[in-house]
């Protein structure tokens, strides 16, 4: 079972995805935080706020190998290939044929949408550092990242923002529904 939590920046996702962790979900990282973290140890400086197709080309293949070997149990993924294919619009970068088949062929048994913070909290991550877009790019990526799952057939289950609680116990609810 694959279960998708997704959102744009600023939707809570990481502090939600810890929380899941924490409760002994299996979780499916970010490949693009993943990704980031080596370039900052590395020196290629391939990022994609500097070289964007290259980045995402890199997220695509990543993100497929994770994919791929997913097996019966319930994994919860933070983010999937379609995010990806959602960011190579908002960059407009072309969409390599194989990741949209592979989006087509894959399946996703529920998508967790997390409705974005209000603006007052964009500018800093939950570690303090700046953010890399605008917040109104943020809500580009975020309407974006919506209206492709949309396109691939998915019918989203909209998160309100609210308190982390209000929001796990929603998100725990429907997971519960659905073993």
Known sequence: ????????????????IE????LG??????????????????DKNIYPWTDTKRFQSRVNKR???????????IHILDRSIIDSIAYMKHYNNNIPKYV???????????????????EKYWYKTRN??????????????????????????YKPLIISYDTIDKRMRIIKDRIDKVL
């Not at 979780?27 to 140890?41: G, T």
């Not at 190998?65 to 997913?70: D, G, R």
């Not at 990526?141 to 949309?150: A, D, E, F, G, P």
């Open 1 to 16: 079972m694959k279960i998708v939590i997704t959102g744009g920046p600023c939707s809570g996702k990481s502090t939600i």
């Open 19 to 22: 929380q899941l962790e924490n």
């Open 25 to 42: 979900y299996n979780i499916v990282e970010e490949v693009a935080l993943e990704l980031i973290e080596e370039e900052n140890k590395g």
């Open 100 to 118: 949209d088949l592979f989006a087509k062929k894959s399946y996703y048994d529920m998508i967790l949408f997390l409705e974005m913070l209000p």
């Open 128 to 153: 303090g550092k700046d953010r890399m877009h605008s917040y109104e790019s943020g809500v580009e990526i975020h309407k974006k990242i919506l209206s492709t799952y949309k396109g691939y057939g």
């Open 63 to 73: 993100q497929i190998e994770k994919e791929k070997f997913l097996d019966d149990k």
